[in-house]
């Protein structure tokens, strides 16, 4: 908020650039409702339709474009300014230029590169439970709603858009916050991994590891936020989102409907 404001006050802020933002989230809710919502008799005159749509619907699409309009005012400014090279491609699909080579590029060099590490990463962390001996927790991607239907995986495909966008501004505030109070890059770059860190030793996780295990997962993450910043700073906030949007795909599939498989443990989010 303190952030925003100076950027509005300064007449420094990309408005026409956040409202698109805040429009896309406010569209993308409304599709995923309608994509597994909508029935015939929901679209019938009545106070049940007109409930949704007109209050909480849009209430809860209103609160999450505002949020991430907040945040790109914020952080905008201050990231041209100390990291240009970043927003090169998101201006030019900002702007509408959806074919644009440097775009296509950017997208396509942050899905692979973290989508091949976080595959890579979930294999090892699998690995490292069942080196432990600890029997493997099932994941969530058994429970996926992308199963249900063409539909409901086109849903999942929106949700996981509008969460790439909305985790890569998030990250990029926080590197912004710490960025600007430490005054060096490197330094800013060691802030968040403490918070990670931090973060790891203090959220139980879904079973008891020992201490060797949980060191070799706490630097697995480690590993991923190095890969997140690399792909912001060398390859821009479209690369980053891209990975992002590879990554929560990956851990809302299955690699196989075989639950006695042998690799079937190791879905991405398991």
């Known amino acids: 908020l303190v952030l925003a404001r100076r950027n509005l006050r300064a007449g420094r802020s990309d408005t026409r650039g956040a409202g698109k933002l805040t429009g896309f989230f406010v569209l993308t809710i409304f599709a995923t409702w309608i ?13 049940l339709f007109e409930q949704i749509v007109f209050g909480r ?39 509408g230029r959806f074919r644009d080579p440097l775009v296509g590029r950017d997208l396509l060099i942050g899905m ?6 976080s595959a890579a990463l979930s294999l090892f962390r699998g690995l490292v439970v069942e080196w432990s001996g600890i029997p493997h927790p099932l994941g969530q991607a058994f429970l996926s709603e992308g199963l249900a239907g063409v539909r409901y995986a086109l849903a999942r495909l929106v949700i996981t858009m509008e ?9 990029l505030v926080v590197l912004l ?47 991923f936020v190095a890969a997140m910043i690399t792909c912001l700073l060398r ?3 479209v690369s980053l989102i891209g990975g992002l949007m590879m990554t929560e795909a990956m851990g809302n599939s299955t690699l196989t409907w075989d639950l006695q498989s042998w690799y079937a443990g190791s879905s991405p989010n398991a």
């Open 35 to 47: 994509l597994t919502e909508v029935r015939l008799d929901t679209l019938a005159a009545g106070s």
């Open 57 to 95: 619907l849009l209430a809860h699409g209103l609160t999450h474009g505002a949020l991430i309009g907040l945040f790109y005012i914020a952080l905008e400014p201050y990231v041209r300014r100390l990291w240009p090279e970043s927003l090169v491609s998101w201006s030019r699909l900002l702007m």
């Open 112 to 117: 692979a590169f973290m989508g091949l590490l």
């Open 163 to 171: 969460s790439a966008i909305g985790q890569a501004m998030m990250f």
């Open 177 to 223: 916050i710490f960025r600007l109070m430490l005054r060096r890059d490197w330094i800013a770059f060691l802030g968040i991994l403490v918070i990670v860190n931090v973060v790891m030793l203090t959220t139980p996780g879904p079973v008891d590891l020992p201490a060797w295990a949980t060191f070799v997962q706490m630097a697995a993450a480690n590993l």
């Open 235 to 237: 390859f821009g906030l």
